[in-house]
């Protein structure tokens, strides 16, 4: 059974498959969740990722249900392992937004049906194929030289770097000391034959790149720490000088929610080089495209047993 914890559940050539998938028209797509349900469990709150999950589940033919934080009570009414149990007794794939990325493994590990990451503390796949996508629009992946992205070594950077690594892009990765990225993910992104390299200056880490991403600072779970965070980061602003920096012509791109004056200024969000509004309805195409690819896959598996 295919899960979609970490873009490196998909092999290089899936990733570009996914791709492929996303960019064909809505009107173009496959009824590949025709009479089914998708479970969209969230622990933590969303704007981007329960629309799109919803409305691209709509577009294969499939119907969606969202499950609000304290609706099933996570290993509190009842075990997570329960809950997948009887959600796949309705859905034939369940997605989760969770605080701990354990969570997800439990979930998987069940084998009742696909579990797709909708953000956990360790990784935010679906942004990451968002992301992806809009830099193949914009630039082209075999034509992007350099992804850099400045802030926070989170969920949200591991999966753009992994997602980099797995296409090919070399990527480069401005974070404070304190708050980069540990030797294990750095030894991940090593065996996919990815190209990371990390500083702690926003102006080295920019040179070159054709996209230039962030973050917020403080993110959903950390929000006792947001004091530090915000004096750690001070200096990690996206600012229209450090975009200036950056190769020509590049662009800007944040999973979004933003706090312009934190991580991005606002002149650069709401700039000309700003993607961020294509990158935001890509979670919808992203989405439908993993989605029929999941489904493709669950269908071959049933054949051949
Ligand atoms: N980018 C993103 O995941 O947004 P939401 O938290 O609003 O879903
Ligand atoms: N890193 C952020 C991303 C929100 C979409 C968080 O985990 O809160």
Do not use: N
């Given at each position: 059974m295919r899960h979609f914890l970490?873009?490196?559940?998909?092999?290089a050539d899936e990733l570009r498959w996914v791709l492929d998938l996303s960019a064909r028209p809505a009107a173009a797509?496959?009824?590949?969740?025709?009479g089914s349900g998708v479970a969209l469990v969230f622990e933590k709150a969303s704007n981007r990722t329960r629309n799109s999950m919803e409305m691209a589940v709509r577009q294969l033919g499939g119907h969606p249900v969202y499950i609000r934080p304290?609706?099933?009570?996570?290993?509190?009414?009842?075990t997570a392992e329960d809950i997948v149990r009887t959600l796949a007794c309705y859905h034939t794939m369940i997605a989760a937004r969770v605080y701990r990325h354990g969570l997800l493994e439990r979930m998987a590990a069940c084998e009742v049906a696909p579990v797709v990451n909708l953000l956990s503390d360790d990784a935010h796949p679906c942004q990451a194929l968002a992301d992806l996508l809009t830099i193949s629009q914009c630039i082209g992946l075999d034509r992007t030289e350099r992804v850099a992205f400045v802030g926070d070594a989170n969920n949200v950077w591991r999966s753009l770097a992994i997602g980099c690594a797995l296409a090919g892009i070399p990527s480069t990765l401005a974070v404070p000391s304190g708050y980069g990225p540990s030797s294990e993910t750095l030894d991940r992104l090593g065996a996919l034959g990815g190209e990371c390299t990390v500083t702690d200056d926003p102006a080295a880490a920019v040179v070159g790149a054709d996209a230039v991403c962030t973050d917020v600072w403080t993110s959903m779970g950390q929000e006792d720490e947001q004091a530090e965070r915000l004096a750690a980061f001070g200096a990690y602003q996206v600012t229209p000088e450090l975009m200036s920096q950056?190769?020509?012509?590049a662009i800007f791109l944040h999973c979004l929610p933003a706090h312009r004056g934190e991580e991005v200024a606002a002149e650069v969000i709401d700039?000309?080089?700003?993607?961020v509004w294509q990158q935001a309805e890509n979670r919808m195409h992203a989405a439908r495209g993993l989605l029929a690819f999941l489904a493709g896959q669950a269908a071959a598996q049933g054949e051949a047993s």
């Open positions: 970490a873009v490196d559940d998909l092999s797509a496959p009824a590949a969740l025709e304290e609706e099933v009570g996570m290993d509190v009414r009842e950056a190769a020509d012509g700039g000309p080089a700003s993607r």
